[in-house]
Structures are given as C-alpha cells and as structure tokens.
C-alpha cells in the first residue's frame, strides 16, 4: 500500500520566504544550516517553520512612536481588570522580545493604553446611553453581566468594552429619549429598541412602538 506525501503549500512557502527576510544575520552565521533544509513535504515544511520560529530576529530601529504606544500601555497596567492586563502584558512582552506586532494588535494597544474614565452613570440593561457622539444600548447577558451593543449605520453592534465608555456618558431619558428614538425611526423605518418594521399607522407617526413606548413611559398614539 502506498501513501501519497503531502507538498508543502504555498502559503508555508510565504511565510518561510518572510521569516527568512527577518532574521537574515543569524542564518548567514551559526543558523545557515536551517538554509539547506529540506522542502519536500508540509511535514518539511512546517519543522522549519518551527526552527526560523526560534532564531533571533534581526535587530532593527526602535520606532519612536512605538515606543511611545508601548511606554503608555506599560504606565496604564495597574489599572486594568487582570484579564486586560495579561493581555496588555502579553503585547508588551511580544513587541520587547520581536520588536513587532501586527497591524490588528496595535489598536489594542492603544484601548488598553487609555487611562481609566471616572464613571458619570450607572447604566442598566435596557437603557440607552449617549457618550460622546455614540450611541450604546446596555444588555444583560445569560450570565447576569451586562455588556454593551453600539449604534452603527442604524444597527446595534456588539461593542467590546463598551460598559466602559458607556459609563462615562448620559443616560437618555424622558423627552430626550422619545425626540431621538422618533427621529431614529423616522429614518430607518423601525423601531431602535426592538427592531420591529413600523407598520401600524401611530407608530410610524410617532417613530417607535406602542409596546417599547410603555416599557420605557415615552409618550405615544
């Protein structure tokens, strides 16, 4: 019975073509050998995948502004949840030992980064919350915990770490809430808190339902 060996794909062949550009003067020292490698499965493939994984990066210039980025996420973690600061330590550890992080890690460097907001409300599930020119709209989950979905294009999205900047902002209430859910379904065609299309005559004038209008006392009919 024979088997068929399996050849090293083209995205294996990529990425060792890229972690070879990185680390250029140790393979041209004591690391050449990794050079003749062998490349004739994905099982090749991978184990020198693993070896260029454990050899030195070539030193490169200090970005300033990274250093900065880094300097502020390190200044900033004492005040993090301890989950949020294993993560930031982790990025913190990766750009001192690599020298890099990737484009979609920076911006976690930079939310971390952000030193903590004096709450100014304590929002519930269910209650809609302006912090700055954003809208966000406080959930309960399963657990009990309360999270946050944000306002984007008409829709709720799920924010993360939106509690946080929620906290920060202003509960809309009474008139302030009916005059911008009224405004929201006028535009869009459905109510902000349940989603529902407005097809009853009274809502469509008033912009939000009959049933979501009683839950929260806004004015209605």
Known sequence: MSTTTKPASTRQVDYIQTLVGERKQALAGEHGYL???PLDSARDASALINALLAVPLDPREVDAD???RIDALTGNLASLSPRDRTFAQSL???WSTKGRLSERQWPHVDRLAQPPVEPTCDPQA????????????????KSG???TKRLVAGKWEYASGGMTVARSGLILTGDALAK?????GHAHGHCVFC????????????????VCADRRDLPWG
């Not at 911008?180 to 929201?184: L, R, T």
């Open 180 to 184: 911008w859910a009224s405004e929201y």
């Open 195 to 210: 989603a529902r299309e407005l097809t009853d005559e009274r809502s469509v004038v008033v912009g939000y339902g009959q």
């Open 66 to 68: 990274e250093r900065g």
């Open 126 to 141: 269910g209650d809609i919350v302006l912090a700055g020119d954003e809208y966000y709209l406080v959930v309960q989950g």
């Open 145 to 147: 915990r309360h999270y």
């Open 92 to 94: 913190i550890d990766q």
């Open 35 to 37: 050079l003749q490698h």
